[in-house]
């Protein structure tokens, strides 16, 4: 889950920032010259999402990217993406390990362009952005067991599509939401009436089985002009609809309508209720998630978010 949307930053705060940025690309450039290759250099911070940050950085004529995490499936997920889904534009990942105690490094090949929400040209793009789409969604997954979100070897975690969505799953956050509804700041009867709403619409979604990004778009494409060079970020991948990706595009964007244009060029049955379904079950992941983290501010601005998608 990402809200895709920055706090407000002041001077003081920007200042702090930089020379904390500076810092890490110090140390990281140390790290790779010990460990990786004596001539690498020009190590820029680029980004950084909750659980992980990224760099740029060169080894002579070779432009990489650094990123580190918590999490080595997430780096082995983009490998196995890279190693099976040809079609897909999707950096080589070149070497995973160990960075520190807690968190991994992984060093993969850099995409031309910018990504997606940085770029300005977004609309432009968005022919490749689904043509990208549809050479994922047109992918074999019958070697693949299960549904939901999948582990390092391609496999979903959950006996069905519904039961993932039921579930509110999140590999990287423990919590029952159940009772997390009643000890947070969480509308216990908001919650549960969209909870309800989406398990009605369960019903009209499809049995096939579809590889699914999970979080397409903005931060997670780059695009060089109008043509996508790169599909970053595989640990939210999963079997399912192949619709979700559509609705995750429409619902975290705020000034493109993906959903329109996606009927525009595909005839997809249900359409509706299929988009209102997976909307609520990012709506309910990301409000949930808010309580966890006992940040009211995002729980206010998905519940906005779900209020305006949910009633266009």
Not at 113 to 131: H, Q, Y
Not at 227 to 237: F, H, I, K, M, N
Request: net charge negative; charged share 25%.
């Amino acid at each position: 889950v990402n809200v895709h949307h920055r706090p407000n930053i002041n001077f003081e705060s920007a200042c702090q920032f930089d020379s904390i940025r500076i810092r890490m690309e110090e140390h990281l450039r140390t790290f790779l010259r010990t460990h990786f290759n004596a001539r690498a250099d020009n190590v820029v911070f680029i980004g950084e999402g909750w659980f992980s940050q990224a760099f740029a950085f060169d080894v002579d004529d070779q432009k990489l990217i650094a990123r580190i995490n918590e999490h080595e499936e997430d780096f082995l997920k983009d490998e196995f993406a890279h190693n099976h889904f040809a079609t897909v534009p999707i950096p080589k990942v070149i070497r995973i390990g160990r960075f520190d105690e807690k968190r991994f490094l992984a060093i993969t090949e850099r995409c031309a362009g910018e990504a997606l929400k940085e770029s300005g040209n977004s609309i432009t793009v968005t022919p490749s952005l689904f043509k990208a789409l549809d050479a994922l969604h047109q992918l074999d997954t019958a070697k693949y067991t299960g549904w939901g979100l999948t582990d390092a070897h391609g496999n979903g975690r959950f006996d069905s599509w519904g039961g993932y969505l039921l579930s509110l799953y999140n590999q990287k956050f423990e919590y029952d939401w159940r009772k997390l509804i009643h000890n947070s700041f969480i509308e216990p009867d908001l919650f549960q009436t969209y909870y309800d709403e989406m398990q009605r619409l369960i019903a009209y979604c499809p049995r096939e089985k579809y590889i699914v990004h999970g979080d397409y778009g903005f931060t997670n494409v780059v695009a060089n002009g109008d043509q996508v060079t790169g599909v970053l970020d595989w640990a939210e991948w999963k079997l399912g609809d192949f619709l979700y990706d559509v609705m995750y595009l429409d619902f975290w964007s705020d000034d493109i309508p993906y959903g329109s244009l996606w009927c525009t060029e595909h005839s997809t049955p249900h359409f509706n209720e299929r988009m209102s379904c997976y909307s609520l079950h990012q709506g309910l992941g990301a409000m949930a998630i808010a309580a966890v983290k006992k940040d009211e501010g995002m729980y206010t601005h998905v519940k906005g978010r779900m209020a305006r998608k949910l009633n266009n």
